[in-house]
């Protein structure tokens, strides 16, 4: 079990002392952990009744928290579905997939996660060795260790009521609702900032930096995923992408994070 603190978390030596005496870690361990504006892990616990005790001792502090089962990171019914194109109405968005269209509610939208997703693998080819002694009849070649890896930006949206996420894919994504777009990056960043400023849904762009990242190794057998409306099963890696186990935890820490959130004390509006 992880226990994860994150927004609005603000990274103040106030708040990473209090941190400290409930947790009993150091001050400068626990800035290691915890970045400001992001999703951050307290501590790992293989013991899911005391991950749930501190979830709620720092949540009765005031702190945003969750405690997440590690395995959420490579479950396999988590698939991320291709959307093509979107449209951004008054109450509602229309995501167009791979097959179907469907309108989602702004208030199902739970959470935006931007980052990339890296792809290839060890080259085959003989510039990936290099000589290494001399022998009989030539030099002695061994595979170097370098690995030709690409990456490609995206941006899933997660819903609160499936677990299924719809996936932008900056190479393929139709940009059009922005108008003069050319497609990338940039794009991608211009549209997931409209879709909050519209939604009011956080974007979480803390892969690189968020301790998070370091618990999506993957766990659990290969097998088919549940297949999707319109979408069939398709199969699993062992181990998945990071940034694919990234997004799942962060999805599922903001989905079980109102689990641990301290009562409001405000008083009921009047009748």
């Known amino acids: 079990m992880l226990v994860l603190i994150g927004p609005p978390f603000g990274g103040t030596d106030e708040e990473y002392g209090r941190l400290a005496q409930a947790t009993g870690l150091l ?23 005391e991950a749930d005790e501190l979830a709620r001792n720092l949540g009765g502090q005031g702190f945003r928290v969750a405690a997440v089962d590690a395995s959420v990171a490579a479950d396999p019914d988590r698939v991320f579905v291709p959307l093509k194109a979107l449209e951004v109405r008054e109450s509602d968005l229309v995501l167009h997939l791979s097959e179907r269209s469907m309108p989602i509610p702004h208030r199902a939208l739970l959470a935006i996660v931007r980052g990339e997703v890296q ?3 060890r080259s085959g080819s003989s510039a990936a060795f290099r000589a290494v002694v001399p022998g009989v009849g030539g030099d002695v070649l061994r595979e170097a260790s370098a690995m030709q890896v690409d990456a490609f930006a995206a941006a899933d949206l997660h819903f609160a009521t499936v677990q299924w996420a719809a996936r932008i894919d900056a ?7 922005l108008g ?9 960043d211009r549209l997931v900032d409209y879709l909050a400023a519209t939604t009011g849904v956080r974007v979480d762009r803390a892969h690189r930096i968020s301790s998070v990242a370091s618990f999506t190794g993957g766990v659990g057998p290969t097998r088919a995923a549940t297949p999707m409306p319109g979408r069939a099963g398709v199969p699993r ?20 994070a109102p689990r641990h959130a301290r009562p409001s004390t405000r008083p009921p509006p009047a009748q």
């Open 180 to 188: 003069d777009a050319a497609g990338g990056a940039q794009d991608l």
């Open 237 to 256: 890696r062992e181990v998945p992408e990071r940034f694919d186990a990234y997004s799942r935890l962060i999805a599922e820490a903001e989905r079980l």
């Open 119 to 121: 792809v290839g693998g």
């Open 171 to 177: 190479r393929a994504f139709d940009f059009s609702i």
């Open 27 to 49: 001050p400068y361990d626990l800035r290691t952990k915890l970045k400001p504006d992001s999703w951050g892990v307290v501590r790992a616990i293989g013991n899911r009744g």
